[in-house]
């Protein structure tokens, strides 16, 4: 049988607190456009409220329609009535611009539409 001097044990503990877990958290949004809508599809209902709120402040006579997942969380949004009518490419430019902003990183992106990435990193444990 091993046995550890109290420094040995003392070092062990030591080092036991100072160990962090690390998760990573991924979301993922897709902004695209079109003739008469935007539609927004993300996996971060936090997000999703953002942007309302955003297209809400700029553009009030907008509609905005929204879709719940069976949790009851919005996970895609629907805007229309935006006026003038040539500008839904614009407007789903300067969304992307504002996750870009954000720290949201870009992996596709087409001529009408965006597809973009975040990863958080989480760290649980003593520090």
Not at 1 to 13: A, E
Not at 20 to 27: C, D, H, I, L, P
Not at 52 to 70: G, K, L, V
């Amino acid at each position: 049988m091993k046995t550890q001097s109290k420094s040995q044990q003392g070092d062990q503990r030591s080092e036991q607190n100072y160990r962090q877990e690390v998760f990573k958290r991924f979301k993922y949004i897709h902004i695209w456009s079109s003739i008469d809508e935007i539609r927004v599809q993300c996996t971060d209902p936090q997000t999703i409220q953002v942007l309302i709120r955003a297209i809400q402040r700029t553009y009030p006579d907008s509609q905005i329609e929204t879709r719940e997942d069976f949790t009851h969380q919005v996970y895609i949004v629907k805007i229309t009535d935006l006026e003038p009518e040539d500008q839904h490419q614009k407007i789903a430019w300067w969304l992307f611009k504002m996750m870009c902003e954000r720290g949201w990183e870009p992996m596709e992106t087409g001529e009408h539409w965006y597809k973009m990435k975040i990863i958080e990193v989480i760290r649980k444990g003593p520090k």
